[in-house]
């Protein structure tokens, strides 16, 4: 399976719930594939004016494409999303939770870069988590070794990056 086959595979899984946006850049950063979501629910009391809570849910990725990931080419991503969460994520009184999944699809991967990947951690929280928190999810795809390497966060959604034919 080649690179654009398995981001023309991931479009048909995301058209149907997410934004998706294509060859965007964002400080600098050529990014192949953008996806985000959105979803906003909350309570009323009588009519549908009287609101009595709401949350709202956010998920943004961020696919990029590389030949040969490397140990250098995997900490400039991870300082791209550090960077996406700190500049871009404004929570606002009924934020809830944002994800931001960044991942890499390449044909081979570097031993270092795995293990960089495997321990890559950054989560933030708003006000005490009184406005909600943000986890950043990264993913490495192998396409040559049929391999998905995740972090600990990017483990709930590897299911989501897996091969289909």
């Known amino acids: 399976m080649t690179q654009d086959e398995y981001i023309e ?5 995301f058209e149907r719930h997410f934004n998706i946006e294509k060859d ?11 996806a985000n979501f959105c979803n906003v629910s909350g309570r009323t009391f009588i009519t549908k ?3 009595i809570d709401r949350c709202e849910n956010y998920e943004y990725c961020y696919i ?9 080419e995997t900490a400039a991503y991870g300082q791209f999303l550090k960077k996406v969460v700190d500049e ?13 999944t ?9 031993d270092n870069a795995k293990k960089l ?3 890559y951690r950054y989560s933030k929280a708003y006000s005490f988590y009184l406005k909600g928190w943000c986890d950043v999810r990264l993913l490495c795809i192998d396409l040559n070794n049929n ?15 897996q091969f289909t034919s």
């Open 102 to 110: 960044g991942a890499i699809i390449c044909n081979s991967i570097d």
């Open 117 to 119: 990947i495997e321990n």
């Open 9 to 13: 595979n991931l479009h048909k899984k």
């Open 64 to 72: 990029k494409k590389l030949d040969t990931v490397t140990e250098a």
């Open 49 to 51: 004016q009287d609101v």
């Open 88 to 100: 871009c994520i404004e929570p606002g009184k009924d934020h809830m939770s944002t994800y931001v």
């Open 24 to 34: 965007i850049a964002l400080f600098g950063e050529k990014i192949d594939f953008h």
């Open 147 to 161: 391999e998905i390497i995740t972090n600990k966060a990017g483990k709930r959604v590897q299911k989501v990056y």
